[in-house]
Each structure stands twice: as structure tokens, then as C-alpha cells.
């Protein structure tokens, strides 16, 4: 059983700083991750497929890196609008597992 | 514009039976496999069911297996997910995703969800 591992649970960031979000894979996922955003009250979002490919629409101040173990959801210039609990979740293994991390919430100082 | 529109949720007593419906507009149903997901109040994520463009292919998570069984018709551009056996802690809002088409799919656009709530 894969288990995915967000840190940290919050982080409390002032507007135009960079957010940097981590999520570690108990066991290799290559590059098959990507990152939600969930808004309250609202489904979640996908921003980042592939570790590192934007979804359509979704701003250039998020990027996603990584592979193997390890990945990192930045968010440059953090906007108001970017207070949210981000997710990542694996979609490597088949059948199909999609384990999500447990999310880390970005406060807006 | 894709939409994906879930009904089918409310109150039910534990051992009872829901059936969840996914109507989806906006984009060609038959040509993408969709998922189930559900979040418990205050948790995260949890992916429950899997199916395929045509239904050849179905996979459930462990914590549903054998209580809850996923469907599509896609002349009708719905997804169902029939719940049996409802337990207090399937208490949660269900989502209806639209996977990508990709050897690894992920979930690129959410219903905006149906709450479950089983209680006696």
C-alpha cells in the first residue's frame, strides 16, 4: 500500500511571497503525481499532472517538480485567492490505487 | 463547458442502500473513464471506483468492494455509483470525476458533489 505524505499540514504565507508545498511518495510513483487545490465549499481543482504539466488555465505562478519519491508544488507571488488545501495524489500503480496526501492548507497572512 | 452534476444523496440509515447519479453535458461522456471520489467532513480525499470508456474495465477501492458497485450509460451521459450496506462512516460528500485520456490518468474536472449522510 502506497502511503503519500504532505508537509507541512499549514503554512501561513504573506501575499507576493512563494509557497512551497512538499509531498513524499512511500514508494516510487516515477513521475505519475499531480496536485488539487480545493477551495471551501467548492470541488477540488486539478492544477498539476505529470509532477510538473500545468492544467489548462491554471496560472504560471504554479509549477510542480520532482519524481521518484519526491515532489514540490511552488506557488510564486501567492495571490489572496490562492488560500486553499492543496493535495497531491499518486496515479501510478494499476489497478488503480489514487491515494491522495492528506492535504496542506495555505493561509494568507 | 463541461458539467458534471451529481444527485442521488441525502439521509440514510445504516444498512440502507443509496443510488448516486453523475449527469454529465459539455464534452463527449463515452470517449473518457470516470471515477468516484468522496471526502469525509473535515478529511481529505479518498478515491472510491473506477470505470472505463466502454465498462470493460471497473476497479473499486478495498474500503467499498463487495458494498458499492460503479455503472455508466452512456447513452443516457450518466455515471452511477449504487451504494449498499451504507455505514456511519461513509458519511461524506461524493464527487463525480472525468478522467483524462492518458496511460495514467488523472481527474481533470469535479462534479460539484452529493452529500451522504448515514445516521439512524
Known amino acids: 500500500e502506497i502511503v503519500m505524505t504532505q508537509s507541512p499540514v499549514t503554512l501561513s504565507v504573506s501575499p507576493g511571497e512563494r509557497a512551497t508545498l512538499s509531498c513524499r511518495a512511500s514508494q516510487s510513483v516515477s513521475s505519475n503525481l499531480a496536485w488539487y487545490q480545493q477551495k471551501p465549499g467548492q470541488a477540488p481543482r486539478l492544477l498539476i499532472y505529470?509532477?510538473?504539466t500545468r492544467a489548462a488555465g491554471i496560472p504560471a505562478r504554479f509549477s510542480g517538480s520532482g519524481s521518484g519519491t519526491e515532489f514540490t508544488l511552488t506557488i510564486t507571488s501567492l495571490q489572496s485567492e490562492d488560500a486553499a488545501i492543496y493535495y497531491c495524489q499518486e496515479c501510478y500503480h494499476w489497478p488503480p490505487t489514487y491515494t491522495f496526501g492528506q492535504g496542506t492548507k495555505v493561509e494568507i497572512k | 463547458e463541461v458539467q458534471l452534476v451529481e444527485s442521488g444523496g441525502g439521509l440514510v440509515q445504516p444498512g440502507g442502500s443509496l443510488r448516486l447519479t453523475c449527469a454529465a453535458s459539455g464534452f463527449s461522456f463515452r470517449s473518457f473513464n470516470m471515477n468516484w471520489v468522496r471526502q469525509a467532513p473535515g478529511k481529505g480525499l479518498e478515491w472510491l471506483a473506477h470505470i472505463s470508456r466502454n465498462s470493460d474495465v471497473i476497479f473499486h477501492a478495498d474500503s467499498v468492494k463487495g458494498r458499492f458497485t460503479i455503472s455508466r450509460d452512456n447513452a443516457k451521459n450518466s455515471l452511477y455509483l449504487q451504494m449498499n450496506s451504507l455505514r456511519d462512516e461513509d458519511t461524506a460528500v461524493y464527487y463525480c470525476a472525468k478522467g483524462t485520456v492518458a496511460t495514467r490518468p488523472v481527474f481533470d474536472f469535479w462534479g460539484q458533489g452529493a452529500l451522504v449522510t448515514v445516521s439512524s
Open positions: 505529470g509532477a510538473s
